[in-house]
């Protein structure tokens, strides 16, 4: 049987539902938001009692399809205010849906300071204990897990972060190799996670055993699927080879990355955190320039840092090399993974901390350029002080708190790795989607700067409302397969890329869907979510960028963001 776990908080109850018929076609960001919308008072306090979390595999997980293994977790977010998706790689979606569970809901508070564990198998759910795991960081966490259940069980876990309900906090599970790394960072939904005082979830399970109604004409829509990302430039050749942060020079060059808190869109020390330096030194010390970051994923782009003190950081992506690199004119690649290190253990969101340690720069606090400096402040967010608590509260806390004004964020999200005023469809997308700030929602670098799924030129206005909304659109529905976004840039590039998709999920629930079908789920998808943020008290004011990227020229290019309101208001026009 199909099913979603209802577990209560409040009275400590775990209930195995029948999934109702309307959720059948949902997965993913199409059920975590459906299901916060349905049962979520947009009015009500993130972290009160009335949120819930939601925690879904996509539709494709739990199968052999391709790169399927994303898992979306999903709630009111403390961070912005509005609904939230936050998708992950690792271990967990595949085992859920293996398990036929389509949806976890987290719903109640308990009374009291005890903590809780939740361990899900083949025989049900049963709640525990985890006072004895309180305060310990998501590596440790996991590792005792592990020992305890097993070494192949996957283990979502939320850090002292979390615990604190810091607005910054985030949502991990691990990799196949136990890496508690693998996080629905965005949003602040760590902190959800906290305000029901439930410290870990373990889910010991096989994966691939969902059921596929067809088999055959499922393996062969797959077999196809793969094929066409290997024979990819992007999703077959640079990230298997670095991973995401193969970006990293790609966008220097095209004056795009933000440096210094978003003044510059160069950094001479670039090269210095890039992928193609990462995969040199991760070799080196023998770690790994590229792994899986979940089973079943043919692209291979995360990666696994040792570092000089002998910890592992796995991985360093693109935007958190650049939020502790060139964001903080820090060139240094260990300083960046002892940074990135810190936040998995702690349990942060390393762009939003990345922009917040940028806004503390610009008020003085530390200095622009000062590693060391930023590590010993992260290491203040384990410890609880004031200033730590700032920090892991995200950029929007910290640029009050210090009476700074340049702050790059959207709907109280920090703004990711790519400069609105050179990459204007990117631009567009984070100041109109539901989620804030998020280069993930539609991903207009493709055409601005990678030229994949076509061109628009990244410096004018005219086509990025366009972009953006073809690309918010496809992504809603990519969000809802259990797909990892980056099969997008071989989908844009090959007209049988979506088909394959749709031929899949045909085969796997017995449907005849066509490519509109999909099209029509991801505009649904939207259409849920800005109701939602529209009954907590949004408008359109807060579908504008901050003030200083249409007022500062951004060098080299020079230039400012200048799409028109009257055009940003047009996005949702579907």
């Given amino acids: 049987m199909v099913k979603v776990l209802r577990i209560n908080m409040t009275n400590r109850e775990i209930k195995s539902e029948e999934l109702p018929e ?29 949120n819930k979390l939601v925690i879904a595999p996509g539709l494709l997980s739990g199968t052999s399809a391709p790169s399927s293994g994303r898992l979306s977790v999903g709630a009111k977010s403390p961070l912005t205010g509005g609904i939230k998706e936050s998708n992950a790689g690792g271990i967990t979606s595949q085992k859920l849906a293996s398990l036929g569970i389509k949806a976890l809901i987290l719903e109640g508070q308990p009374e009291g300071n005890d903590w809780y564990g939740i361990k899900i198998t083949s025989d049900g759910a049963e ?37 604190m309900r810091l607005l910054a906090a985030g949502v991990t599970n691990n990799d196949t190799e136990g890496n508690s790394s693998r996080y629905a960072g965005r949003g602040g939904l760590g902190a959800v996670m906290g305000s029901k005082k439930v410290k870990v979830i373990v889910v010991d399970s096989p994966s691939f055993n969902a059921p596929v109604k067809d088999a055959e004409k499922f393996k062969e829509a797959a077999k196809k699927f793969s094929k066409i990302l290997m024979d990819h430039p992007v999703t077959g050749t640079g ?20 440096t210094r808190n978003f003044r510059y869109g160069r950094f001479d020390g670039a090269a210095g955190v890039s992928g193609e330096k990462l995969a040199e ?25 040792p570092m000089p003190n002998g910890k592992v950081c796995a991985p360093v992506e693109y935007e958190t090399a650049w939020g502790f690199g060139p964001n903080l004119l820090i060139a240094d690649l260990d300083q960046v993974a002892m940074l990135n290190y810190i936040c998995n253990d702690v349990g942060l969101d390393t762009i939003e901390t990345g922009c917040a340690l940028g806004v503390l720069m610009e008020a003085g606090v530390i200095s622009f350029g000062d590693g060391k400096a930023a590590i010993e402040m992260l290491e203040e967010v384990g410890r609880g002080t004031a200033l730590g608590r700032i920090l892991g509260s995200g950029s929007v806390v910290a640029g009050k708190t210090y009476g700074v004004t340049r702050v790059p964020a959207v709907k109280g999200q920090g703004i990711p790795a790519y400069d609105p005023r050179s990459c204007k469809g990117n631009g567009v997308t984070y100041a109109t989607s539901p989620m ?31 972009l953006s909304r073809n690309l918010q659109i496809a992504t809603a529905a990519v969000d809802s397969t259990g797909l990892c976004l980056f099969v997008a840039f071989a989908v844009l590039d090959n007209p049988e890329g979506l088909p394959a998709i749709v031929d899949m999920l045909n085969a796997q629930y017995g449907l005849a869907l066509s490519v509109d079908d999909v099209v029509k789920l991801g505009q649904q998808v939207l259409r849920v979510e800005r109701r939602f943020n529209s009954e907590a008290g949004f408008t359109r004011a807060d579908d504008r960028l901050p003030e200083f990227f249409q007022t500062e020229d951004l060098p080299p290019h020079n230039t400012r963001f200048d799409v028109s309101e009257a055009d940003l208001d047009s996005v949702f026009n579907f």
């Fill in 22 to 50: 309307k959720y059948a076609l949902l997965g993913g960001r199409a059920l975590t938001s459906q299901i916060v919308s349905d049962e979520v008072p947009a009015t009500s306090d993130p972290l009160g009692p009335f």
């Fill in 127 to 163: 709640m525990f204990s985890a006072q004895d795991l309180a305060g310990k960081g998501t590596y440790e966490v996991t590792s005792l897990c592990r020992d305890r259940y097993g070494a192949k069980v996957a283990v979502i876990t939320i850090g002292p972060a979390g615990e």
């Fill in 239 to 258: 990230l298997p080879a670095y991973g995401t942060n193969v970006l990293m020079n790609i966008i220097n060059e095209a004056g795009t990355l933000p």
């Fill in 281 to 305: 030194v991760a070799v080196a010390r023998g770690g790994k320039a590229t792994h899986a970051c979940h089973p079943g994923c043919v692209m291979r782009c995360s990666n696994i840092y």
């Fill in 436 to 466: 804030g700030a998020d280069h993930t929602a539609g991903y207009a670098v493709t055409a601005n700067i990678l030229s994949v799924g076509g061109q628009v030129n990244p410096l004018l206005p005219e086509g990025q409302v366009d």
